[in-house]
Nanobody
């Protein structure tokens, strides 16, 4: 059984940094397309960033460009480094994996294109 888990969320002041981690048990997610999404209260879930299975391509939504960075290592982890955090970044953050896109250079930006999800981690940025 595949399980994904996010960690690293918390409360931080505006301008601060957090690093979210996404790990998987039951299956190694190396070279699969991964995405980070977030959902703020009363809003729809939105993509924050994505990385292709090949690792050659990344995507960031405009509001986080230059502040957030997605990376992955050769184990089961994918990371979201968040710098210069703003109150509008407050949300529950989710990682997602698409298991049919191994080694692909394609980026997937829709939540409906992902097969597995973590339970989410809360990020709260105070002003």
């Amino acid at each position: 059984q595949v399980q994904m888990e996010e960690s690293g969320g918390g409360l931080v002041q505006a301008g601060g940094s957090l690093r979210l981690s996404c790990t998987a048990s039951g299956r190694i997610f190396v070279n699969y397309a991964m995405g980070w999404f977030r959902q703020a209260p009363g809003k729809e879930r939105e993509v924050v960033g994505a990385i292709s299975g090949s690792g050659d391509s990344t995507y960031y939504r405009d509001s986080v460009k230059g502040r957030f960075t997605i990376s992955r290592d050769n184990t089961k982890a994918v990371y979201l480094q968040m710098n210069s955090l703003k109150p509008e970044d407050t949300a529950v953050y989710y990682c997602a994996a698409r298991l049919s896109a191994r080694y692909s250079g394609t980026l997937y930006l829709s939540e409906y294109e992902y097969n597995y999800w973590g339970q989410g981690t809360q990020v709260t940025v105070s002003s």
